[in-house]
């Protein structure tokens, strides 16, 4: 059973860099058939894509945040990140990692979530 | 970049009873579309890929439909663990978008 973890500080300063790991188990990420993801979602709001990575390091970003998102894989540990910087009180949010499946070329759906961490940005 | 409006907002509704849900979209997707239930604390789960096809595991009861700009989320008779909210994601065009959610909530 394919399981994705999410893992990292809950509290960030205003100004700093957000970092999150996304440790996969259950299977590799060095799969040609997906793609993995980030998505976040503000407190009592929506969802919002973040960005996709597939396991050669391609990436793929929402051109709202891509000034200030990284997303990497480390194939070697079963895991992807993803750094966010010069966070600000609207970066609150509970972030998830997802895999990506049903994809063509980079566009495609969430199918396998981790169970979100929760990520408050204040001084 | 393409904009999805879901309605109702919220949808009140009894056990067995039959709820339609709307996604609407800016442009034409063709029948890239997805369905999404989230229940309070927990992440999204894939209902309906590709506007009518059920991911794994996914209850009979729950069905999509629709093509182009209009999709339709149909729950036959819904069950106790069916209240929560319900999004749709298109996957036609980078960046990847949700729309705003319909709650199902208890009447």
């Known amino acids: 059973q394919l399981q994705l973890q999410e893992s990292g500080p809950g509290l960030v300063k205003p100004s700093e860099t957000l970092s999150l790991t996304c440790t996969v188990s259950?299977?590799?990420?060095?799969?040609?058939?997906?793609?993995w993801g980030w998505i976040r979602q503000p407190p009592g709001k929506g969802l919002e894509w973040i960005g996709n990575?597939?396991?050669?390091?391609?990436?793929y970003y929402n051109p709202s945040l891509k000034s200030r998102v990284t997303i990497f894989v480390d194939t070697s540990k079963n895991q992807f990140s993803l750094k966010l910087s010069s966070v600000t009180a609207a970066d609150t949010a509970v972030y998830y990692c997802?895999?990506?499946?049903?994809?063509?070329?980079?566009?495609?759906?969430?199918?396998?979530w981790g169970q979100g961490t929760l990520v408050t940005v204040s001084s | 970049e393409i904009v999805l409006t879901q309605s109702p907002a919220t949808l009140s509704l009894s056990p067995g009873e039959r709820a339609t849900l709307s996604c609407r979209a800016s442009?034409?997707?063709?029948?890239?579309l997805a369905w999404y239930q989230q229940k309070p604390g927990q992440a999204p789960r894939l209902l309906i890929y590709?506007?009518?096809n059920r991911a794994t595991g996914i209850p009979a009861r729950f069905s999509g439909s629709g093509s182009g700009a209009d999709f339709t989320l149909t729950i036959s008779s819904l069950e106790p663990e069916d209240f929560a909210v319900y999004y749709c994601?298109?996957?036609?065009?980078?960046?990847?978008?949700f729309g705003p959610g319909t709650k199902v909530d208890l009447k």
């Open positions: 997802a895999r990506l499946g049903f994809c063509s070329s980079v566009t495609c759906y969430a199918d396998y």
């Open positions: 259950g299977g590799s990420i060095s799969s040609s058939d997906y793609y």
């Open positions: 990575i597939f396991y050669s390091g391609s990436t």
């Open positions: 442009q034409s997707i063709s029948s890239y």
């Open positions: 590709d506007a009518s």
């Open positions: 994601q298109q996957r036609s065009s980078w960046p990847l978008t």
